[in-house]
């Protein structure tokens, strides 16, 4: 990539966060609010960053390489001022020059809203590619929509969850820019009208009367580690093609008015609507088709303004990453731009498809792999349903092809089939790669899951092991222990993580141990927090949607002395505990109308010995412990929940089984707990 590096300059970039915020706020720096402040250093930092991003994708546009367009419903990116002062490598140069003018950088970066555009691993992985694309300096994209709306914001009042809207966009977005320029015209519902073109002799499939939207794109930097190299994360806007009708408003039809600012207005919302009912189903397939049409007709008509206009060797230069089954539609879409605009036939424009997309699998559960039903995907996307009708219909030849007379392949891996159109068998069927991601993982799709397609097109499939980038969680998110490690090993772990194994030289040197010990308690007098490790982790129960924060804290003694998690809802489905070994047990289960909370201190099970407990507890009770986990017995062998009669089965282990009887009676003194079984 092109040098485009230049000095820093601690006062230039001081004039600039105090000119920044006379033109953005007319007020001077000390007069500014606490959000204010942020949005002036931000701005101040990406006009660090200007320079190189326009510098990288001229050299693109130069050079031609090959691009990958990595397309997710979520990107989970996290915050961004702090991200990209450390992928400049000038966070401390920031640090200073935010002092001298009397800032603190840890409260101007907790002004910075969290762009909650996903919600868990799988958004948090493609975030994670994009940061290791751009260091790596490869060509890509991020593919994605701008939700309005992130995950929810979740606070507690008088002892409920409660869920709020989470408006991340409120104050703004410094980061981001506008490219009105490649805005594009996404159609849905309507119906085809085919006819014979008899100068060329080709079918041609017309879409009409249809309700559209305008995709426009907004771009957020990526920035590479300590290179000139800073990639595009494009987030799509929606826009209603005609803003207001005026004729609608004048007759008193005021819905109608607005209709088509409103399509415009749900189709970016939120992330993730609930899909219960049929109209979050036919939202979410919106949404899906909505950011893969636009992503895709800008990947065409970059490439074709690069290649004089010809699309065939497209798969040259682009690749689709599909993240998950999500984004899927992109093969159907793709198929239909280089057929129904460029002219393709059908047999060259699957060829360019089948080397252009490929697919990240996720999960190994059959029933989360997305089906839609015929009658919605077919309604509202009419020219894609014909072209899938259509892969399906060749795909099924091939299946009876290689297996003549199996029916039972057709009906395991065809992409339509029992009123549902597959998703992940579309991708599969036209991936030209189909990853796991975790060896294990990896091995249960290509034995159990998708073994019927492992077995027809093994070469398609390989594995692609989940990683983070520790840039933000080790080097940003803890930097006293980034420096220590620095200091022992180097700074190379910084962009290639293995070397982080030279540690293992001071794992029996006991100077090094000492000085591990004074530098533990170092942080821990640094962050106020008396001595011990303590484990906590947040993470989100998919069924009630409800986010949920797990603590084990362990003292420098051994002691737990308080392990406290709190759930709320009506169905108390989640309370995990993650606790230590060494101590006696002390449970206790309290309810307060629909709020309850398990509280576990001091406990210890030694697990030579089993023993199944049956508790019998009212509905509500019961809905609290049937999916508890306890690891630190090892973990639930087995779980019934039966709730017409009331009653839960628990397998724990121990060497004292009146202990646990005893233990057990802490569960409310008007529950009644009774061995069932001791198993030597």
């Not at 539609?329 to 360019?352: K, Q």
Request: charged residues 30%; contains cysteine; glycine residues 6%.
């Amino acid at each position: 990539m092109t040098d485009t590096a230049v000095s820093f300059s601690k006062e230039e970039f001081k004039k600039k966060v105090v000119s920044n915020c006379k033109s953005l706020y007319r007020k001077n720096i000390d007069e500014a609010d606490k959000q204010q402040v942020f949005q002036s250093v931000a701005y101040a930092v990406k006009d660090l960053i200007i320079d190189k991003w326009i510098a990288t994708h001229k050299t693109y546009d130069k050079e031609d390489p090959k691009v990958v367009y990595y397309m997710s419903m979520e990107f989970l990116m996290g915050r961004a001022l702090g991200n990209n002062m450390i992928n400049l490598t000038k966070y401390n140069e920031i640090k200073e020059a935010l002092e001298e003018l009397g800032l603190d950088i840890n409260v101007i970066e907790d002004q910075e809203p969290d762009a909650a555009l996903g919600n868990g691993g799988l958004g948090r992985l493609a975030a994670c590619f994009l940061d290791s694309l751009a260091t790596l300096e490869y060509p890509a994209y991020g593919c994605g929509i701008r939700y309005k709306y992130g995950m929810f914001k979740q606070e507690i009042k008088d002892g409920y969850q409660v869920e709020v809207p989470d408006n991340w966009l409120k104050d703004g977005n410094p980061f981001e820019i506008k490219r009105s320029e490649y805005k594009y015209e996404v159609k849905f519902g309507g119906y085809v009208r085919s006819y014979r073109d008899e100068a060329s002799g080709r079918d041609i499939f017309v879409q009409e009367d249809y309700r559209s939207v305008i995709a426009v794109p907004y771009d957020l930097p990526v920035i590479g580690y300590g290179n000139n190299t800073v990639n595009s994360l494009r987030i799509w806007d929606a826009e209603p093609v005609n803003t207001f009708n005026l004729s609608s408003f004048d007759k008193g039809d005021y819905q109608k008015a607005i209709e088509e600012e409103n399509l415009a207005k749900n189709i970016v919302e939120v992330l993730y609507p609930n899909d219960n009912h049929y109209a979050g189903k036919e939202l979410r397939l919106k949404q899906q088709y909505f950011f893969v049409s636009a992503s895709v007709q800008r990947a065409v008509d970059r490439y074709k303004s690069m290649h004089n206009g010809d699309v065939r060797k497209l798969y040259e230069k682009v690749t689709f990453q599909l993240n998950d089954t999500h984004p899927t539609v992109a093969v159907a879409e793709l198929m239909r731009i280089l057929m129904d605009e460029n002219g393709l036939e059908w047999d060259e424009a699957w060829d360019i498809t089948t080397k252009t997309v490929a697919y990240t699998n996720h999960t190994i559960m059959a029933e989360a792999l997305e089906k839609w039903p015929i009658e919605l995907f077919s309604r509202l996307l009419p020219r894609i349903y014909q072209i899938v009708e259509e892969i399906n219909r060749r795909f099924v030849e091939e299946i009876k092809a290689k297996y003549p007379g199996d029916q039972e392949k057709v009906r395991k891996m065809a992409v339509i089939y029992d009123g549902q159109v597959k998703m992940a068998h579309l991708a599969i069927c036209a991936g030209y790669s189909v990853n796991g991601v975790a060896k294990l993982h990896t091995e249960i799709l290509e034995k159990q899951e998708l073994k019927d397609f492992y077995e027809m097109m093994p070469e398609k499939f390989n594995n692609k092991t989940n990683g983070i980038t520790q840039r933000r969680f080790l080097l940003h998110a803890n930097p006293l222990l980034a420096d220590w490690i620095t200091d022992k090993i180097g700074d190379g772990w910084i962009t290639d993580l293995k070397q982080l194994e030279k540690l293992l030289v001071y794992v029996n040197d006991e100077k090094e141990q000492r000085d591990w010990l004074e530098f533990s308690k170092k942080i821990n007098e640094d962050l106020k927090i008396p001595d011990g490790v303590f484990h906590m982790e947040a993470f989100r129960d998919n069924k009630g949607e409800r986010i949920f924060l797990e603590i084990a804290i362990r003292t420098g003694g051994g002691l737990i002395p308080k392990v406290t998690h709190f759930a709320q809802g009506i169905d108390l489905n989640l309370a995990h505990i993650q606790c230590q070994l060494g101590i006696k047990p002390n449970i206790k289960i309290k309810n307060h109308n629909e709020y309850g909370f398990l509280m576990i201190s001091n406990m210890t099970l030694p697990n030579d010995r089993n023993l199944i407990v049956n508790v019998n507890l009212p509905e509500q009770a019961l809905r609290s412990l049937v999916n508890i986990k306890l690891p630190y017995i090892g973990d639930v062998v087995e779980r019934h929940n039966n709730y017409s009669n009331l009653i839960g089965e628990f397998l724990f282990q121990s060497n004292d089984p009146e202990q646990i009887i005893k233990d057990m009676n802490c569960l409310m003194r008007d529950y009644s707990v009774e061995v069932k079984e001791v198993v030597e």
